[in-house]
């Protein structure tokens, strides 16, 4: 087949930004770009085609990127003919006033048009003009897109898209269309390939997972619980995981699900955002704080040690001491394994972007800073109490540092280093040693 592109053009680089959404997203990107004959590199130099896949959810992804594409201009004016491809949540929110702003820019592409991306590449090289294409919502699946993945005995699989929770704050709804769900058997012959490739878990992504099969004009008549049960009777799939979930949709069924089901794993994102009442009713969360609390409560009882992750904002508009003071003492009740912590950011075209009463910066940065502290501190102290603890561990590949250790997880997603070269994918039992807020040191049980 002869390649479709002209000869100066043989190198991608490609660097991502955001979520694992967003990291999914490059592997197909990625993919696609193969078949127009490109190979990867990995510095900027040697791209002839440079894309950027961003995310909008907050102000200071656009700042990281701007410097990116101050780069991408420059490169852009010492070789002729390399192209700047911007796609992704950003792409999206700016559509072509994007071009106006970074008229170097030669294409953009929406994540729910990634399979216009050949067509827009070679419009831009016949004709010359500026392409960009922002589909509402997506009518190509991902699974249908070939894709890169990522080396190691774990792959993402998509298994629905959009959001239509509209969180005042957040732009994700409108950037990534309306919740839609995959159909159940797609997913399932997806994993499956995938299984027979080697792969040993699977993390199965959604902004909502547990809404998953519950919108309507679902043709299926399965849910998230029925979807685990299904995935988990694949042979050689050792371990499910899931991101993410919206605490006001875990159900009883969920929690019996992973406490029955033997490869989903013990491990639960679900972001509080705060822990004032107050503060969760203007973020249009649809859940309170006892309510978050109950969830857990149910949680731990059914899923002995259960590890719990969140993700929790700080400043929003008309965040008193007090509010600020509940999501302090949220933590301390809850004591979460980690935590993500953000600064609320103002976004265009949100309910919250328009609210008054933010508190000042020095505030919020001093809230945070001791929001910071206490997870940190909360995080060491529950993996200190996994000492002596014997562990499963799924290698992913040599630590960094040193090839004479291991990387890995425990079910529980925490990374553990282990004394041995072994192999990705191998199952090892490990007794942790030593801890950190974020990781572990351990050797092989025998
Ligand atoms: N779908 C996921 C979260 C996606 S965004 C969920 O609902 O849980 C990841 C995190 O970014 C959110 O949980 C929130 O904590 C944070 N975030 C989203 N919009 C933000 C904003 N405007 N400012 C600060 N943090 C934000
Ligand atoms: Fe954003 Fe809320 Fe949807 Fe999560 S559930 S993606 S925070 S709107
Ligand atoms: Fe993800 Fe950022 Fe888009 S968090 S969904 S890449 S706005």
């Not at 071009?99 to 048009?113: C, I, K, M, N, R």
């Not at 089901?261 to 006892?290: F, N, T, W």
């Amino acid at each position: 087949m002869s390649r479709p592109l002209p000869e100066n053009l043989e190198t991608f680089y490609l660097r991502t930004f955001g979520c694992q959404m967003n990291e999914h997203d490059s592997e197909r990107i990625a993919g696609l770009l193969g078949g127009l004959g490109l190979r990867p590199v990995t510095e900027p130099e040697s791209g002839d085609v440079l894309v950027y896949n961003t995310c909008s959810i907050r102000e200071k992804a656009d700042t990281r990127l701007r410097g990116h594409l101050g780069e991408a201009q420059r490169l852009k004016r010492e070789k002729r003919g390399r192209l700047v491809v911007v796609a992704g949540c950003l792409a999206q929110s700016r559509r072509e006033d994007f071009f106006a702003e970074f008229p170097f820019v030669d294409v953009l592409v929406g994540p729910q048009s990634l399979h216009d991306l050949p067509r827009l590449i070679a419009e831009r090289l016949q004709t010359g003009r500026r392409t960009g294409s922002f589909r509402e919502r997506t009518t190509t699946w991902s699974a249908q897109l070939p894709r890169t993945r990522r080396d190691g005995p774990s792959a993402w699989v998509q298994i629905m898209t959009g959001c239509t929770n509209y969180c005042t704050y957040c732009i994700v709804p409108y950037v990534r269309g309306p919740e839609a769900s995959r159909p159940l058997p797609e997913i399932l012959q997806e994993v499956r390939g995938l299984v027979a490739e080697g792969v040993r878990e699977v993390t199965l992504l959604g902004q909502n997972v547990n809404a998953y099969g519950r919108e309507p004009g679902f043709a299926g008549r399965e849910d998230f619980p029925a979807l685990l049960e299904a995935l988990s009777g694949i042979a050689g799939l050792v371990r499910i995981r899931f991101m993410t979930s919206h605490p006001k949709d875990v159900s009883s069924r969920l929690i019996r699900a992973i406490a029955e089901l033997p490869p989903v794993c013990e491990h639960v994102h679900l972001p509080v955002q705060s822990g004032s009442d107050r503060i969760l009713a203007a973020m249009g969360r649809r859940y309170d704080r006892a309510r978050y609390v109950e969830v857990v409560a149910q949680l731990r009882e059914a899923v002995p040690g259960v590890a719990l992750t969140t993700d929790i904002i700080v400043g929003f508009p008309s965040e008193t001491e007090a509010d600020f003071a509940d999501t302090l003492s949220l933590v301390e009740e809850i004591g979460f394994d980690g935590a993500f912590t953000f600064i609320f950011s103002p976004r265009r075209g949100t309910k919250a972007a328009a609210l008054p009463g933010r508190p000042p910066r020095e505030v919020t940065e001093a809230r945070m800073a001791q929001l910071v502290a206490l997870v940190q501190a909360q995080a060491a102290e529950r993996n200190r109490a996994l000492l002596g603890t014997v562990q499963e561990i799924l290698i992913e590949g040599p630590s960094k540092n040193d090839p004479a250790v291991s990387k890995g997880r425990t079910r529980t997603h925490k990374t553990v280093n282990v004394r041995g070269a072994f192999s990705p994918g191998e199952l090892v039992k490990v007794r942790l040693e030593t801890a950190t807020s974020t990781s572990f040191t351990g050797t092989p049980a025998t």
